[in-house]
């Protein structure tokens, strides 16, 4: 049974950078998908990065593609979000989610949150302007 540890959260200034990051407790680090996602206040919760650590295949969704990185540390056992150019639509909080696989499953299989039973708790991002 996996855990997940969010940390990282906090506040910044637009443009600026921030980084997520997600401690899995597990034996199979590297058979994971991994994928990030937020819920603003009022809003439904979206998937913004995705990570396979079998292989290091990752995908973004639109509204954050070349702005976060989603990377992996296997020593640590833990998969990052590098948020840089920070924007007022960001704020939220962030959660990653992870399931075992043999293999990438592809984009939408990973930005399907209902395909997740293994969540962190939450950690929460604002951006003043």
């Known amino acids: 049974q996996v855990q997940l540890m969010e940390s990282g959260g906090g506040s910044v200034q637009a443009g600026g950078s921030l980084r997520l990051s997600c401690a899995a407790s597990?034996?199979?680090?590297?058979?994971?998908?991994v994928t990030w996602f937020r819920q603003a206040p009022g809003k439904e919760r979206e998937g913004v990065a995705s990570?396979?650590?079998?292989?290091?295949?990752?995908d973004y969704a639109a509204s954050v593609k070349g702005r976060f990185i989603i990377s992996q540390d296997n020593a640590e056992n833990t998969v990052y979000l590098q948020m840089n150019s920070l924007k007022a639509e960001d704020p939220s909080n962030y959660y990653c989610?992870?399931?075992?696989?043999?293999?990438?499953?592809?984009?939408?299989?990973?930005?399907?949150?209902?395909?997740?039973?293994?969540w962190g708790q939450g950690t929460q991002v604002t951006v003043s302007s």
């Open positions: 989610a992870a399931g075992g696989s043999r293999s990438w499953p592809g984009s939408r299989w990973m930005f399907r949150q209902t395909n997740f039973q293994t």
């Open positions: 597990t034996d199979s680090f590297r058979r994971l998908c």
């Open positions: 990570l396979y650590t079998g292989d290091r295949s990752t």
